[in-house]
């Protein structure tokens, strides 16, 4: 079991976490890679009516290790940006290779 902060991890931390050659580091980017997908499904469902206007379609056979490369590709790809928070980087990456426009309706 990890002992995390409740505090929004930066885009500087993610990266750091996942390019750790500490096993634990490795898995708590994993496991906020996973709580990204799972609050991103939790907010298409229960937002039936599409009010705010997530527009993020994650393909159902992409792994979170899928998601995860491109989380971190568009972190690595903007250093200007990674000071930011996680989530507003992971949001940003997400929306721009699955849009549901691009994909499948919601």
């Known amino acids: 079991i990890f002992s995390l902060n ?3 991890l930066s885009g500087n931390e993610y990266l750091n976490y ?4 500490s096993t634990t580091n490795k898995w708590k980017a994993l496991f906020y890679t996973q709580g ?6 939790f907010i298409n469902v229960i937002d039936e009516s599409n009010t705010t206007n997530l527009n ?4 159902e056979n992409a792994t979170v290790g899928q998601v995860q490369d491109v989380i971190l590709k568009h972190i690595r790809e903007n250093p200007d940006r990674r000071h930011l928070n996680a989530y507003t980087l ?6 721009s290779v699955w849009s549901c426009s691009k ?3 919601r």
């Open 36 to 41: 990204i997908i799972d609050s991103l499904h």
């Open 6 to 8: 409740a505090y929004a």
């Open 56 to 59: 993020i379609c994650i393909p």
């Open 90 to 95: 992971a949001y940003g990456s997400l929306h």
């Open 18 to 21: 996942a390019d750790d050659s």
């Open 103 to 105: 994909n499948r309706k």
